[in-house]
């Protein structure tokens, strides 16, 4: 492998060979092993020889911690890593079920049952009640639409904003419950 001089790189905050500006490092070399504090241009040479580069891996430390690694694999291993880490996250999404105050029977158990597979998948979900002309007098029916949407829920449940008026509208928060 050819020694490949990156005077030109410099990403998230690392510096390579040529670009580390600082008189002495703490080195650890390829294999991992410390070797203590060394003149930088000691430390460059070490890794000319190996054919290898020269990374600051931890600037602020005193003296700076560098490595002597190939940059190339290093770069990849750790977008390798990043790629991974957002693979496992799960994204939240914020589903919204929207009623009035005179919703039937069947509908209500059929909005419920929406309510339920969204908690199940692991989403929150944010039930609305919709306030039209003289229904706005009434807000106390949009409490008990949404009391009986809580009741017809049949998993376990958090209640992350209770039920609130915002204009015309009358809205709750509600995600499931971690599993232990």
Known sequence: M???NNTNNKTNGQRINEMIRVREVRLIDDEGNQLGIVATQEALNMAKDRDLDLVEVSPNANPPVCKILDYGKYRFEQEK???DAKKNQKVLKLKEIRMQPKIGSGDLDTKAKHIQEFLDEGDKVKVTIRFRGRELAHTELGFEVLNEVLKR?????NIEKPAAMDGRNMSMTISAKAAK
């Open 153 to 157: 829920l049949t998993s376990a449940y």
């Open 81 to 83: 890593k990043l790629r």
């Open 2 to 4: 050819a020694y490949v």
